[in-house]
């Protein structure tokens, strides 16, 4: 049976009777005899007289005299009426035949029930959320959603996330799915500067995790072709909390956690620093221990409180959580506070209104950028040993070029403050008895707001002079949707609705940036305060979007279902001639389980095949891409007089970049306790829009262009087992594989490799090549120490051994691209003990470990990897690094496969056991439902032996598209335990 999804924890709403009642008590399960845990079970005709199942499926209700029957819901399962005999006690067994097909599930501009859908969604809620400890919802879709793949940027607060849906469907317009927050599209918000972290934000850092009722995955073109321009990348459709009529529910939560990295890298000590590099070792030789002046215990606090109910007319959600992050590495904290009210109300029976709003604030203290000797780690791998972080007076040394982290953490400011606010207000008409149906009128206002500020200020100690920064960040985006609905029945047979939209969305960008130096005294912190504060950057930008949609759909006989969506949309970005584009999507879904061939099946059941083809597209290229544009200030200025100067080469041909979907798929029940669900899909995108390099006579670098092509296949698998369950024991175990293949088709204006392949290059190690991969390793392949010479080895163009190797000898080596992505899960409940897990992993992709090339220099002056002490002395020796006198000791950590990696890793990303008291059993009734857990996060992580990185799950190329799988200095996730408490009244 299928692991209930959420759990509502009990409620009592009875009301005091003045008359005689009864006591009526009861057991709700399903057919497989498992408690169904929140249950509704109300007295029909007799107002607000009801309560909920505990977690055992037990109930207790005092039922006026008279009174002739009970309702009981669930989501999921059909409502059962029971007629009151003279017994006091029932068993009440619900139908969960439709339960997965009649489950809700949140698709653009509405919902639908599973049984109709015949798109591609993917649906994360209840359990799949609350047991992973994640910051931000990125994180809770990896390995619990098929063909969606997550990269971190990094394991530092607040990073963004790279999401991949089915592929990367562009190479050089925005590849990131397009959020959406209770129907308002969020804007990016990755916006840092490269001083105080030039490891990119994640746009949805401020929300709470707490308030997250379900998230939802669109993935193919008939689920996403109602977003249109926007669609390309996928959907992710995330439903925040909300009251239930005849409930009244105080919830609260709290845990506590700490920890520290998943794995470091084993630097030298003095000693082994000067063996390395051939030194004597004198007598007395100073030594300081950087990594432990940088590292310290991760901890985490979080706790929330909620209210949520309502009544036939009013349902309440009121939330407000607060967190407080300090991770593994010095100076990298983070406070978040945030608060929810999410409100609606009907007027009458046909006129209702709401609201969903949003206040949030993140305060956090960042870290210089991973890729500069500023940040703790990146600084503690690079210091020499010897150089200590104090002076003999035990005043903070100052340590050159390679910064002294520790008084960087204790004497700076490096703050960022990030406030937002995001809502809809809605307004929902219905009109009844239009022919044999209803129309229904709805207009929707949102909003998102987002204001960050960005301290910067170093002490005389670090920057001579003192140096201060300041930016003041605005990204306003306004949004109004009109929709009308129509639904029908069409005879006894058939149903048919149709929407129709509209919807404009604008947006205003504004940021201002000020700097200083020369301060008098460094307990002057204002930017101001400086000797020479100017105003070195301030930008303004803005673009709109005007859409018109609809979309049709039909079912006959409940097991035919025939979808068909347009939207077209007109985009700020293109010239007028270019500036509308249309796209589409059909879909049909066949219920193969109401066939007669099928019905009274032991073997199969609920089997749904679907089919949908549509084409949505991408504008994301910046905001005046197809104009010519120009800059003023100090660059600008021609002869000491102000000028302008163009930045910008006009292309008014520029348009959309469009991807065209074709997806099938099929799912059912097997021998009623497995299930299983496989889809085949392909995107092929065209005029892909890309920045084509021209000649520097022209006054400018590149210009922006549609030329190119690009084609991403793929079949996801999705299953679950229920592989043990009675009155005690319930075991289930579940997970998705997502097989993805990605080959780019054209890029007709490219530069041309040696071999007349044409390729964009991406980085120094990367190329998206024609006939290959967006993201192509090509390297100087590395062949090791030679045993007899102790010299270091690698191949050239021809494949032959070399010690001299050339530019000329880089060949394509493989991707970064997995073969295949996916998770696992496992849950075993005994009674009220629960021990659920989830697993994810990938295989077959590359990650290049750039870093390793300055910490396994042996010549530099740079700290050392303790793997270079295994270095070749004599012949026969089987050694990592080269002899000390070997002429190919300097060349050792030049780019090549040397630091190329296999980064398949199965890692368990969260284990929780939890424990539900009986509160009921032990006559506590004023709790409705109390739990304790324990979770452990990122636990374990299987690697290849070979992998000498120090995380395989992040890249620090941000949510770049022609460059992925690299990674720099960036530090590795957190390693978590946590104990934590839910109780609701």
């Known amino acids: 049976m299928k692991q209930i999804l959420f759990i509502a924890f009990a409620a009592l709403f009875s009301l005091s009777q003045m008359y005689a009642q009864r006591t009526i008590t009861g057991t709700v399960t399903d057919s497989q005899d498992e408690p169904l845990i929140g249950a509704l079970v109300s007295v029909v005709d007799a107002g607000n007289v009801g309560t909920i199942t505990d977690f055992n499926g037990n109930f207790q209700l005092s039922v006026p005299d008279g009174s002739e ?307 703790p780690l990146t600084s503690a791998y690079l210091q020499d040993p010897r150089v200590t972080a104090f002076n003999p007076d035990g005043s903070y040394r100052r340590t050159g070029f390679i910064a002294n982290v520790i008084a960087i953490a204790d004497l700076s400011v490096i703050d960022f403050i990030s406030d937002r606010t995001t809502g809809n207000l809605f307004g929902e008409y219905s009109i009844p008895g239009v022919g044999n149906g209803q129309i229904t009128l709805r207009a929707d206002v949102g909003l998102d707001f987002l204001t960050t500020e960005e301290t910067i200020r170093y002490p005389e100690e670090i920057s001579p002079g003192g140096y201060g920064y300041k930016r003041v960040l605005n990204d306003q985006k306004w949004l109004s949707t009109n929709t009308a609905r129509y639904n029908t029945p069409l005879g006894d047979r058939s149903n048919f609705s149709v929407l129709v939209g509209q919807s404009f969305e604008t947006s205003l960008f504004a940021s201002t940036t000020v700097e200083a130096s020369g301060y008098a005294a460094d307990a002057l912190r204002n930017v101001s305060s400086g000797a020479s504060p100017s105003i070195t950057s301030a930008t303004r930008s803005e673009w709109a979007l005007a859409s018109f949609f609809s979309r049709v759909q039909y079912d006959l006989d409940n097991k035919y279902f025939f979808e068909a969506s347009i939207r077209r949309d007109g985009s700020s970005r293109f010239g007028a001639d270019n500036r509308w584009g249309n796209f589409w999507a059909v879909g049909a879904g066949w219920d193969m389980s109401r066939e007669s061939f099928l019905a009274g099946s032991t073997i199969f059941s609920d089997v749904r095949l679907r089919t949908s083809y549509g084409v949505t597209g991408n504008d994301r290229i910046g905001t005046f891409p197809s104009l010519g544009l120009y800059a003023a200030g100090v660059a600008s200025d ?93 075991i289930s175990l579940g997970g998705n594989i997502s097989f993805i293949d990605n080959e780019v088709t054209s890029l007709p204006n490219a530069t041309e490799d040696s071999d007349g392949n044409k390729f964009i290059a991406g980085s120094a190690s990367q190329r998206a090549v024609v006939g290959k991969s967006a993201n192509e390793f090509y390297l100087i392949r590395y062949l090791g120490v030679n045993p007899e010479t102790g010299n270091a080895e690698w191949l050239d163009s021809e494949g032959n051994p070399t010690t001299s190797p050339t530019q000329g000898d880089r060949v394509y080596v493989g991707n970064a691209i997995p073969d295949f992505i996916g998770g696992l899960n496992f849950n075993v409940a005994y009674r009220n003990l629960t021990l659920s897990g989830l697993f994810n992993y990938t295989y077959g992709n590359y990650v290049m470990i750039d870093d390793l090339r300055f910490t396994e220099n042996p010549v530099s002056g740079f700290n050392k990897s303790t793997i270079l002490l295994d270095q070749w002395e004599n012949p026969g020796d089987v050694a990592f690094a080269p002899a000390q006198d070997s002429p190919t000791r300097g060349i050792f950590a030049q780019r090549s496969t040397n630091q190329l990696m296999d980064g398949s890793y199965l890692r368990l990303k969260s284990l929780t056991l939890r424990y539900d008291l009986p509160v009921r059993d032990l006559g506590i009734n004023w709790i409705k439902g109390l739990n304790v857990y324990f979770r452990g996060n990122n636990l374990l992580t299987i690697k290849d032996s070979d992998f000498r990185g120090q995380d395989p799950e992040v890249s620090d190329t941000g949510t770049s598209n022609l460059v992925q799988g690299e990674s720099f200095f960036v530090i590795p996730q957190r390693k978590m335990y946590t104990f934590g408490l839910n109780v609701t009244f």
Do not use: C
């Open 69 to 375: 029957a009970l309702k009981v819901s669930y989501l999921g399962y059909r409502d059962m009426m029971i007629e009151l005999g003279p017994s006091n006690n029932y068993i009440i067994v619900m139908d969960e035949s439709d339960l997965a097909l009649d489950e809700v599930v949140i698709v653009a501009y509405g919902e639908q029930t599973r049984r109709s859908l015949v798109s591609s969604v993917s649906t994360v809620s209840g359990d799949a959320i609350n047991n992973i400890p994640a910051v931000s919802p990125q994180e809770v879709l990896q390995g619990q959603a098929s063909g969606v793949q997550i990269t971190n940027s990094s394991g530092l607060l607040g990073a963004a996330t790279n999401i991949r849906i089915r592929g990367v469907a562009s190479l050089n317009a925005g590849g990131q799915p397009l959020f959406v927050v209770d129907g308002v599209p969020l804007n990016d918000g990755n916006y840092s500067n490269t001083l105080g972290g030039g490891t990119g934000l994640n746009p949805l850092m401020n929300m709470s995790m707490d308030d997250i009722e379900s998230i939802s995955v669109l993935k193919d073109a008939s689920a996403a072709s109602l977003y249109g321009s926007r669609g390309s990348n996928g959907v992710v459709l995330i439903t925040t909390k909300s009251g239930r009529a005849g409930t009244n529910n105080i919830n609260f939560s709290t845990s506590y956690g700490f920890g520290g990295p998943t794995d470091t890298y084993s630097m030298t000590n003095s000693e082994e620093f000067l063996t390395i590099l051939g030194a004597p070792i004198p007598e007395e030789l100073p030594y300081f221990d950087w990594q432990d002046g940088v590292l310290q215990t991760a901890t985490s606090f979080r706790t929330s409180l909620s209210f949520d109910g309502g009544n036939e007319s009013t349902t309440y959600y009121v939330g407000a959580s607060y967190s407080d992050e300090e991770n593994y590495v010095i100076g990298n904290n983070m406070e978040k506070l945030s608060g929810r009210l999410n409100l609606t109300h009907r007027v009458s029976e046909n006129f209702r209104f709401g609201s969903n709003l949003s206040i949030s604030r993140a305060n956090m203290r960042r870290v210089g950028a991973e890729n500069s000797t500023f940040a």
């Open 638 to 730: 021609y002869n000491g007089a102000p000028g302008l100067r163009p930045i910008q080469a006009a292309n008014p041909d520029l348009r959309w970049e469009q991807t065209t979907q074709f997806d099938i798929g099929i799912s059912g029940r097997i021998a009623d306790f497995f299930d299983l669900g496989v889809s085949y899909w392909r995107k092929d995108t065209e005029d892909l829009l890309l920045n084509r390099p021209i000649s520097q006579t022209s006054g400018f670098g590149v210009i922006t262009e549609n030329a190119g092509d690009m084609v991403n296949t793929g079949i996801d698998v999705d299953f679950n087992f229920d592989i043990f369950s009675n009155e005690n024991w319930r």
